[in-house]
């Protein structure tokens, strides 16, 4: 099927190997108009280098969009979902997942602003990512093209790649393993991701050298470290008694937990399209932020509250990992979730220790469901009635009881 002619398409542009070689395959195959977004959400390192790299190759200066969403991301997108204390499939903290829909977003209003009718990414035609663009923009620019060279073309190997890039002379950076290609890595402020290489074999342990912001366990210090972290609303608003933006706040637990060898991840999950993949994952500050908010939440919300916040944070977290942040499911869960966090508010205490996060105290003094004089062991003078227990019991049991006498008149 012939694809409608483009006139000017914006591209998801991290200059990179990948999307690299797709801008020049945009403007050698598509003969259009190419707009470049570059987005900072904390992936470490200069952004000058794409901006002059997408020069290099023929983009206009005032096609060349690089933005510092580093704030937006923790506050409209990490926050919200750690609100959830979203984990998908028991293991993965969504670090990837929750940055696609912020960059979707903005590949839309760059359309808008710059009057493109179609967006491009460098997703493969084997990964959730695609998804998760393409979703997102048909939400929000219901008529948009999209177009996934990675679906179109034939360079489907890195070697490849590779190659294309070495013809047309684009300069190609990356970590490098040993004796191979480099990783296959996607790095943000909240974790940094390893795919490709020796880690297509599950069985094959990762070599130590991969790893980028986090110290061996075995190499950590010797002596424990406690973070004290404040809650407003569910939000992390101070972090060892100092004020922090979202964005500050997730930088500085992730310097505290990487030096401790803490969040690091190796699983197969299973992916949007069918397949399992396996993956390595950093995410240092983001495991320290679950078990806090856990723990803070275990003292100030109620029971079934909990309960039905839990009962719900897998569907929220599948949300989020097939790419249905705008819909309206999601929206309305959020809405719910976020109503719970009211009460949310208060300090926890984390030590980190040789890989380890080990919440060692929590305290709330305005919102506290902890009351010592009815959960004492000692003499409680009478706050509560420890007779009432079996009368509950008894009640809990009727059904139960019932049960039991019909079965053994039935034998």
């Given amino acids: 099927m012939k694809r409608p002619r483009v006139r000017k398409?914006?591209?998801?542009?991290?200059?990179?190997?990948?999307?690299?070689?797709?801008?020049?395959?945009?403007?050698?195959?598509?003969?259009c108009e190419v707009v470049t977004f570059t987005a900072?959400?904390?992936?470490?390192?200069?952004?000058?280098?794409?901006?002059a790299k997408a020069f290099k190759l023929g983009v206009k200066p005032a096609n060349v969009f690089v933005e510092d969403l580093r704030e937006e991301f923790v506050r409209d997108f990490v926050f919200p979902m750690f609100r959830a204390n979203a984990v998908y499939e028991g293991e993965y903290l969504l670090g990837t997942s929750i940055a696609r829909p912020l960059i979707a977003r903005r590949l839309v209003a760059i359309a808008r602003k710059t009057g493109a009718d179609a967006i491009a990414h460098g997703a493969t035609g084997k990964g959730n990512d695609q998804v998760r663009f393409e979703l997102g923009a048909y939400a929000l620019m219901p008529d948009v093209r999209i177009i996934a060279p990675w679906r179109e073309w034939d360079l489907l190997s890195r070697d490849k790649l590779l190659r294309y890039a070495e013809r047309h002379g684009i300069p190609i950076e990356g970590k490098k393993r040993k004796g191979g290609a480099p990783y296959s890595m996607d790095a943000n402020?909240?974790?940094?991701?390893?795919?490709?290489?020796?880690?297509e074999d599950p069985a094959r342990e990762p070599e130590e050298s991969m790893w980028r912001i986090t110290v061996s366990p075995q190499k950590a210090p010797q002596r424990p470290e406690l973070v004290e972290l404040e809650y407003r609303k569910g939000d992390i608003v101070a972090v060892n008694g100092r004020r922090l933006s979202p964005a500050r706040a997730l930088a500085a637990l992730n310097r505290l937990g990487?030096?401790?060898?803490?969040?690091?991840?190796?699983?197969?999950?299973?992916?949007?399209?069918?397949?399992?993949?396996?993956g390595c994952y950093e995410t240092p500050g983001g495991t320290i932020m679950l078990k806090a908010h856990r723990a803070i939440e275990s003292l100030t919300l109620d029971r079934e509250v909990l309960a039905l916040k839990d009962?719900?944070?897998?569907?929220?977290?599948?949300?989020?990992?097939?790419?249905?942040?705008?819909?309206?499911?999601?929206?309305?869960?959020?809405?719910?979730?976020?109503?719970?966090?009211?009460?949310?508010?208060?300090?926890?205490?984390?030590?980190?220790?040789?890989?380890?996060?080990?919440?060692?105290?929590?305290?709330?003094?305005?919102?506290?469901?902890?009351?010592?004089?009815i959960a004492t062991f000692e003499d409680d003078r009478g706050a509560y009635d420890q007779a009432d227990a079996g009368g509950f019991i008894r009640l809990n049991a009727l059904r139960m009881r019932i049960a039991a006498r019909l079965r053994r008149k039935k034998r």
């Fill in 189 to 199: 402020l909240l974790h940094v991701s390893y795919e490709g290489g020796a880690l």
């Fill in 311 to 373: 009962d719900l944070m897998p569907r929220y977290a599948r949300l989020i990992y097939n790419g249905y942040w705008f819909s309206p499911e999601r929206e309305l869960l959020q809405k719910l979730i976020d109503a719970s966090q009211q009460p949310v508010n208060g300090t926890v205490r984390v030590r980190l220790y040789k890989g380890s996060a080990l919440v060692t105290g929590r305290a709330s003094q305005t919102d506290s469901l902890f009351d010592p004089s």
């Fill in 9 to 31: 398409v914006v591209l998801a542009y991290s200059g990179g190997l990948d999307t690299s070689v797709i801008l020049k395959w945009l403007q050698e195959r598509c003969r």
């Fill in 258 to 278: 990487g030096r401790h060898g803490v969040g690091r991840l190796d699983i197969v999950e299973n992916r949007y399209v069918g397949m399992k993949s396996r």
């Fill in 40 to 51: 900072d959400i904390g992936q470490g390192g200069e952004l000058a280098p794409a901006r």
